[in-house]
């Protein structure tokens, strides 16, 4: 895809969230904040953080448990993992999904910039097979398009916290940032 392309398809993408969470009965963004909400902080697209890469899926999907920010254990099944390299740092995500049938990955992370520039408890990304999926069998993985979970909003909702098996040991600076009003 064309990098000016790309990046209008990333503006965009911010534009109709912020739309959303400014306006929509379900936005996460409790009522009473939504008059001083003024958009989500953005790092500016950067196409060194967009992969196009083979998921390496398990042959054995071993199921992991775990516990959300209300105290509920998940189960997921570790359906396989992305090998990458973010600068000269050699990284592996794991990619999991609810149900063996979906097409959908769920892929959370925590970086050298959670708590610092990013939400504390990790960001996530989804990975829709029709979207993210190549023709040539590979998957797009692309940070810039990495989400807070609605709890960095809201203490009403519950969210995966990111396992250490997928806790990156070098800054993501793609993305969404900090929720600025928490």
């Given at each position: 895809?064309?990098?000016?392309?790309?990046?209008?398809?990333?503006?965009?993408?911010?534009?109709?969230?912020?739309?959303?969470?400014?306006?929509?009965?379900?936005?996460?963004?409790?009522?009473?904040?939504?008059?001083?909400?003024?958009?989500?902080?953005?790092?500016?697209?950067?196409?060194?953080?967009?992969?196009?890469?083979?998921?390496?899926?398990?042959?054995?999907?071993?199921?992991?448990?775990?516990?959300?920010?209300?105290?509920n254990e998940l189960a997921f099944l570790r359906w396989g993992e992305f090998?990458?390299?973010?600068?000269?740092?050699?990284?592996?995500?794991?990619?999991?999904?609810?149900?063996?049938?979906?097409?959908?990955?769920?892929?959370?992370?925590?970086?050298?910039?959670?708590?610092?520039?990013?939400?504390?408890?990790?960001?996530?990304?989804d990975l829709d097979y029709e979207q993210h999926h190549t023709p040539d069998?590979?998957?797009?993985?692309?940070?810039?398009?990495?989400?807070?979970?609605?709890?960095?909003?809201?203490?009403?909702?519950?969210?995966?916290?990111?396992?250490?098996?997928?806790?990156?040991k070098v800054a993501v600076h793609a993305g969404e940032k900090k929720y600025?009003?928490?």
């Amino acid at each position: 895809m064309e990098i000016s392309k790309w990046k209008e398809d990333i503006q965009e993408e911010r534009n109709q969230k912020d739309m959303f969470f400014s306006y929509h009965y379900q936005s996460p963004i409790p009522f009473e904040e939504r008059q001083q909400f003024k958009g989500l902080d953005y790092y500016p697209p950067d196409p060194d953080f967009r992969f196009g890469i083979e998921l390496h899926k398990h042959e054995e999907k071993k199921i992991l448990k775990i516990n959300d920010s209300q105290g509920n254990e998940l189960a997921f099944l570790r359906w396989g993992e992305f090998r990458f390299k973010i600068g000269d740092k050699e990284c592996t995500l794991q990619a999991y999904k609810s149900d063996p049938h979906e097409e959908r990955l769920f892929v959370p992370f925590r970086d050298e910039t959670s708590g610092k520039e990013t939400y504390g408890a990790g960001r996530y990304l989804d990975l829709d097979y029709e979207q993210h999926h190549t023709p040539d069998g590979k998957w797009i993985l692309d940070f810039n398009s990495a989400y807070n979970p609605w709890c960095a909003y809201n203490d009403a909702y519950a969210c995966p916290f990111v396992d250490p098996e997928n806790w990156l040991k070098v800054a993501v600076h793609a993305g969404e940032k900090k929720y600025s009003s928490r």
